[in-house]
T-cell receptor
Framework: DTEVTQTPKHLVMGMTNKKSLKCEQHMGHRAMYWYKQKAKKPPELMFVYSYEKLSINESVPSRFSPECPNSSLLNLHLHALQPEDSALYLC????????????FGDGTRLSIL | DQQVKQNSPSLSVQEGRISILNCDYTNSMFDYFLWYKKYPAEGPTFLISISSIKDKNEDGRFTVFLNKSAKHLSLHIVPSQPGDSAVYFCAASGLEANNLFFGTGTRLTVIP
C-alpha cells in the first residue's frame, strides 16, 4: 500500500468545470510535489512545496492552482482545463528538499471532455 | 531534450537469471540517481538510489552501478522473479533535488 494517498483515482470533467485533486501523506515529509504524466512519457514536474510554501512552479498554466493547507495535505485546483490536460497526475513527497527519494501516490487519471 | 534515457523499451528474462536494466544521462550536474518500479494503475515505487560519490549500492536482490565517466547507470536484479515484472524508471536529480528527471522506462517481463 502506498503511503501517499491521492483522491479521486479517476476524474472526468468538462472544460468549464472546477474540480480539485487531493493528496495526503502522514510520513512527516516536508516537501510535496505534483507531477503530470502523459501516456508513454515520463512524469514531468509541475510544482514543489517545501514547508508548506510554494518553492517551484515549472511554468504551469494558471488554470492549475496548487494549495498546501498543512504539512500533510496538497491540493491541485483545476479550472477551465483543455483536452490536452488529460493525463495522470501524480503526487509525491520526500523528507525535505534535497537528495532524498520521493515517494509517489497512485495518481489521479484525469480526462477532459 | 531528454536528459535521462532508457534505450531499451522492453526486456524479457527467465526466472532465476539476472536482469540488467540500463540508463544513460547527459547532465553532468546530476548527482543523485534513483530507480523506480511501476505496476499498472499504481504510482512509481522507490526501489534503490545512489549518490554520485559512490559507484555501487546494494539492497537485497537489487544492485545499482554508477559509471560517472560514461554517464551510465544500471540496475541488476538477481535472481529475477515473476513478481519483478513491471516498468522500471531511472531518475536523476541535481543538488537541490527539486526535480526528478525520469527516463521513459523499461518494461521487464520475468518468464516463469
Amino acid at each position: 500500500d502506498t503511503e501517499v494517498t491521492q483522491t479521486p483515482k479517476h476524474l472526468v470533467m468538462g472544460m468549464t468545470n472546477k474540480k480539485s485533486l487531493k493528496c495526503e501523506q502522514h510520513m512527516g515529509h516536508r516537501a510535496m510535489y505534483w507531477y503530470k504524466q502523459k501516456a508513454k512519457k515520463p512524469p514531468e514536474l509541475m510544482f514543489v512545496y517545501s514547508y508548506e510554501k510554494l518553492s517551484i512552479n515549472e511554468s504551469v498554466p494558471s488554470r492549475f492552482s496548487p494549495e498546501c493547507p498543512n504539512s500533510s495535505l496538497l491540493n491541485l485546483h483545476l479550472h477551465a482545463l483543455q483536452p490536452e490536460d488529460s493525463a495522470l497526475y501524480l503526487c509525491a513527497s520526500s523528507q525535505q528538499r534535497g537528495n532524498r527519494p520521493q515517494h509517489f501516490g497512485d495518481g489521479t487519471r484525469l480526462s477532459i471532455l | 531534450d531528454q536528459q535521462v534515457k532508457q534505450n531499451s523499451p522492453s526486456l524479457s528474462v527467465q526466472e532465476g537469471r539476472i536482469s540488467i536494466l540500463n540508463c544513460d544521462y547527459t547532465n553532468s550536474m546530476f548527482d543523485y540517481f534513483l530507480w523506480y518500479k511501476k505496476y499498472p494503475a499504481e504510482g512509481p515505487t522507490f526501489l534503490i538510489s545512489i549518490s554520485s560519490i559512490k559507484d555501487k549500492n546494494e539492497d537485497g536482490r537489487f544492485t545499482v552501478f554508477l559509471n560517472k565517466s560514461a554517464k551510465h547507470l544500471s540496475l541488476h536484479i538477481v535472481p529475477s522473479q515473476p513478481g519483478d515484472s513491471a516498468v522500471y524508471f531511472c531518475a536523476a536529480s541535481g543538488l537541490e533535488a527539486n526535480n526528478l528527471f525520469f527516463g521513459t522506462g523499461t518494461r521487464l517481463t520475468v518468464i516463469p
